[in-house]
């Protein structure tokens, strides 16, 4: 599957993961796709991780896969 379908996949779900995946929609949309389809083929999921405590402050989340 390609990661636009994928994406359409998961987000059909409603689950958290959808949410997971709106989120990286945002963060940065130009990798979603590829990393859905790395993901994908290496029987891992997205995940959304801020470098920084919130309690320390703001920071930018990233895009991981586990």
């Known amino acids: 599957m390609t990661g636009k379908e994928l994406l359409r996949k ?3 779900k409603k689950d958290e993961y959808s949410q997971v995946l709106i989120t990286a929609m ?4 130009d990798r979603v796709y590829d990393l859905l389809e790395q993901a994908e083929a290496e029987g891992k999921k997205l995940t959304i991780e801020y470098p920084i405590s919130p309690d320390e402050g703001p920071s930018e989340p990233i895009i991981t896969l586990k």
């Open 10 to 12: 998961y987000l059909d």
């Open 26 to 29: 945002y963060v940065d949309s």
